[in-house]
């Protein structure tokens, strides 16, 4: 079992630009969470997938996030535009009790 | 509205020494209880879950307590190692099995050999 996979692992963008980000779970897990992780707010959860539909989304901070699941096998978060401030390491983790990927760190200049 | 907190945010200590972790969270209904660990540029690895009908949980070195009444869990680590260096975070899941965890920031912790 490779865990869950995320993609890319680093990404550093210009302000303005669309940032997409991509989540494999591992198999069977039924449930699918994207955090935020940052220095000043430590680890916040953004939005929670099960069985693909999203349950609570109320953590996306602004229209500028969307998060997708369009299949059992694959999510993806997308920042449009981004912005500086977005610069932090986006975790998903899947199941209930939370097997955390790897992290994508972003960097908005 | 869930806040945990954990103090101190860093702690160091000489190889072998026992010691404990601190978890503080505000609102006492919660449904789980749940210690994480961090390794630097990594993800959290789960170390213990803790249900509210439970008082503790072991694993090897570890052990987690929960006292619902006083909002607080512990991390017991006994003879720590240089290998037990990490960051640990708490997180509280808000009763009603909302799946939502609620985190602290973390303890950084620094084990000298």
């Known amino acids: 079992d490779a865990g869950v996979i995320q993609s890319p692992r680093h990404e550093v963008t210009e302000m303005g630009q669309e940032v997409t980000l991509r989540c494999k779970p591992i198999s069977g897990h039924d449930y699918l969470f994207w955090y935020r992780q940052t220095m000043m707010r430590g680890l916040e959860l953004l939005i929670y997938?099960?069985?693909?539909?999203?349950?609570?989304d109320s953590g996306m901070p602004e229209d500028r996030f969307s998060a997708k699941m369009p299949n059992a096998s694959f999510s993806t978060l997308k920042i449009q535009p981004s912005e500086p401030r977005d610069s932090a390491v986006y975790f998903c983790?899947?199941?209930?009790?939370?097997?955390f990927g790897p992290g994508t760190r972003l960097l908005v200049l | 509205k869930q806040e945990v907190t954990q103090i101190p945010a860093a702690l160091s200590v000489p190889e072998g020494e026992n010691l404990v972790l601190n978890c503080s969270f505000t609102?006492?209904?919660?449904?789980?209880l749940q210690w994480f660990r961090q390794d630097p540029g990594k993800g959290l690895t789960s170390l213990l879950l803790?249900?509210?009908?439970?008082r503790e949980q072991t694993s090897g070195r570890l052990n987690a307590s929960l006292d619902k009444s006083s909002g607080r869990s512990t991390l017991y680590i006994a003879a720590s190692q240089p290998g037990d260096s990490a960051t640990y975070l708490c997180?509280?899941?808000?009763?009603?099995?909302?799946?939502?965890?609620?985190f602290g920031k973390g303890t950084k912790l620094t084990v000298n050999p």
């Open positions: 609102d006492s209904a919660i449904y789980n």
């Open positions: 997180a509280a899941e808000t009763q009603g099995g909302s799946e939502k965890l609620v």
């Open positions: 997938f099960n069985n693909n539909v999203p349950i609570d």
């Open positions: 983790a899947s199941s209930l009790t939370q097997y």
């Open positions: 803790i249900q509210s009908s439970q």
